[in-house]
């Protein structure tokens, strides 16, 4: 962040009203606009994106939501925040998404939703998954918080589905410290979480001072504050640039790595990907391990791929069904990705995993 974010949060202090206003409103324009979407509900977090989209399709308790193996916990756990359940599916090898035929068996009259993840900004066939979806009733609610910058069909992810979430976490590539947004094309849905995040009032009436405590159902407190919007806006003024800059920075990671054999990346399509991270699996858990060991004793950080899901205390499964989901997780490794990085600091993370396998 620069004097950018500064002059904007500088103007939140000097108008005396901090609770989302007209600098929220003017964040969820900018960013609609820019993925292309009617509509814009800015949230406390990616995960509160999630839970509220879900009350929002009308998930209530004892529903069951297919969710890929392989994601960050916030996944099912806004499922399960919601009352449903999450029902965990393996994952495709080449692109790390939800396997859309897997998922067929594990449709049951209890199921509402497909909750696909754009892992590292990769999208699953959505158009395949929504035409199946829509032959089984059922909705898409679209896990967009590593796609900022993502296209799919030259559609922005997360617009092909019913609603989607995102999220401006500090490791994001843009970041409101804290942060998500809701994304939808359908009024009935936008008005929904416009409810559920502010108490329930009823979004008619709000502007009405008689009114302003009429409440229609049980919602939340998941207002977003000035603070933030104005972070948002200026983070979002920088958002193509950063896009540039992400998919240069994989240009030349694997410019750099291609020679090394033991290290395979994941097929990305540049022309309408923009990769969150750098991600690269090795050949073994061990040779992962050892290489995050070796990095970090030239201190250099990497980081592990998210544990499957199945794996995870709260969820616990055998593993039978998500080999391939179990494979890469084991395997899967982020390198230094901050947009903040040069060519030269780039070339010194890329000449020590060199030495490393020489």
Not at 207 to 216: D, E, L, P, S, W
Request: glycine content about 4%.
């Amino acid at each position: 962040m620069d004097d950018k974010e500064k002059k904007e949060l500088i103007s939140v202090i000097n108008s005396g009203w901090f609770t989302e206003a007209s600098k929220t409103r003017q964040f969820e324009k900018m960013f609609a606009d820019f993925v292309g979407a009617k509509y814009a509900i800015a949230v406390t977090s990616g995960t509160t994106a999630l839970y509220v989209g879900l009350k929002a399709l009308g998930i209530v308790t004892d529903d069951q939501v297919i969710v890929p193996d392989l994601t960050f916990v916030a996944s099912p756990n806004a499922v399960k925040q919601a009352g449903a359940k999450p029902v965990l599916v393996d994952i495709e090898p080449n692109s790390l998404n939800i396997d859309i035929t897997k998922l067929k068996s594990l449709i049951t009259k209890r199921t509402k939703a497909i909750m696909p993840v754009d892992f590292n900004g990769r999208s699953a066939n959505i158009l395949k998954l929504k035409e199946f979806a829509h032959e089984n009733n059922l909705m898409l609610i679209e896990d967009a918080c590593h796609a900022i910058g993502s296209y799919h069909e030259n559609k922005h992810m997360g617009t092909l589905s019913d609603v989607a979430a995102f999220s401006f976490s500090t490791p994001k590539i843009i970041t409101t410290g804290q942060g998500g947004m809701i994304i939808t094309n359908d009024k009935k849905i936008n008005d929904r979480c416009l409810a559920l995040k502010d108490f329930g009032r009823d979004i008619n009436a709000k502007q009405n001072m008689r009114k302003a405590f009429h409440h229609t159902e049980i919602g939340y407190n998941f207002k977003f504050t000035e603070f933030q919007a104005a972070v948002g806006i200026a983070q979002l003024k920088k958002l193509k640039k950063r896009i540039r800059l992400k998919k240069n920075m994989l240009r030349l990671y694997m410019d750099l790595l291609s020679p090394i054999k033991q290290i395979q990346f994941i097929k990305t399509d540049l022309k309408n990907i923009t990769p969150w991270m750098i991600d690269v699996l090795l050949k073994s858990k061990k040779q992962k391990n050892n290489l995050i060991m070796f990095l970090n004793k030239r201190k250099i950080e990497a980081r592990i791929f998210y544990p499957p899901i199945h794996s995870l205390q709260p969820y616990k499964e055998r593993d039978n069904n998500y080999k391939v989901a179990s494979d890469i997780s084991s395997r899967g490794l982020w390198l230094p990705s901050s947009v903040s990085l040069n060519e030269k600091q780039i070339k010194r993370v890329c000449g020590e995993i060199t030495n490393f396998f020489i």
